[in-house]
């Protein structure tokens, strides 16, 4: 069945600790998306990839960083976390439907840093 | 500055009530979408709405989308317990190829 994927779903680290948030979809979409969200807020793009070897960022600063190596594969990683990067982080890919770019989301991982 | 606006932030309702959610935008756009989200969970799509139509349907959904006010509406008709969940516009600001999400209204439906 396709679908998108995110693990783990909830990960508490300590400060100065490296994490890499894995987003994995079956669906062969070229156009792949990470949002950040804060509980009851808006969702803020961060990161974003049109397809293989591109990676742009989003409207929201991040310190985190991207990569796209393989179609299916879009992971996220914080070199150092920090408790202001606590938050929910949403991953999604999107296909062209009638004219327009609809996301299909995953699960989300849910980042508490200490 | 965000591009979409839900309003209004928090909605509680009864079983069997319609509710009405409505999303403002400030730019162009090609097309506008809504987005549910359960809690702690992804969104997932529920309608996509083209600058050059004026209304929608889908199932129990009704959208009708206003370009001279930068407006549009999101009708949930005989609502559920289950249908309760965060819902959002999504627009595609000035035909861009990044969804931008407003911040949605927050819908309870009372059993």
């Known amino acids: 069945e396709a679908d998108i994927y995110q693990t783990p779903r909830y990960l508490v680290i300590g400060t100065g600790k490296k994490i890499t948030l894995e987003c994995s979809q079956t669906?062969?979409?070229?156009?792949m998306y990470w949002y950040q969200q804060d509980p009851g807020m808006e969702l803020h793009l961060i990161h974003y990839?049109?397809?293989?070897?591109?990676?742009e960022k989003g409207d929201l600063s991040s310190e985190s960083t991207v990569s796209r190596i393989r179609t299916e594969h879009f992971p996220l990683t914080l070199e150092s976390a920090r408790p202001s990067h606590t938050s929910q982080y949403l991953c999604?890919?999107?296909?062209?439907?009638?004219?327009?770019?609809?996301?299909?989301f995953g699960a989300g991982s849910r980042l508490t840093v200490l | 500055s965000q591009q979409g606006e839900e309003d209004p932030q928090a909605l509680s309702i009864q079983e069997g009530e319609n509710a009405t959610m409505n999303c403002s935008y400030k730019t162009s756009i090609n097309n506008l979408q809504w987005y549910r989200q359960n809690s702690g969970r992804g969104l997932v799509h529920l309608i996509l709405?083209?600058?050059?139509?004026r209304e929608k349907h889908s199932g129990r959904l009704r959208v009708t989308l206003d370009t001279s006010k930068k407006s549009s509406s999101l009708l949930i008709t005989a609502s559920r317990a289950a249908d309760t969940a965060s819902y959002f516009c999504?627009?595609?600001?000035?035909?861009?190829?990044?969804?931008?999400f407003g911040k949605g209204t927050k819908l309870t439906v009372n059993p």
């Open positions: 669906m062969g979409h070229d156009k």
């Open positions: 999504a627009t595609d600001a000035g035909g861009s190829e990044k969804l931008v």
């Open positions: 999604a890919s999107s296909e062209t439907r009638s004219g327009a770019n609809v996301l299909t």
């Open positions: 709405i083209r600058s050059n139509e």
């Open positions: 990839s049109y397809g293989v070897n591109s990676t």
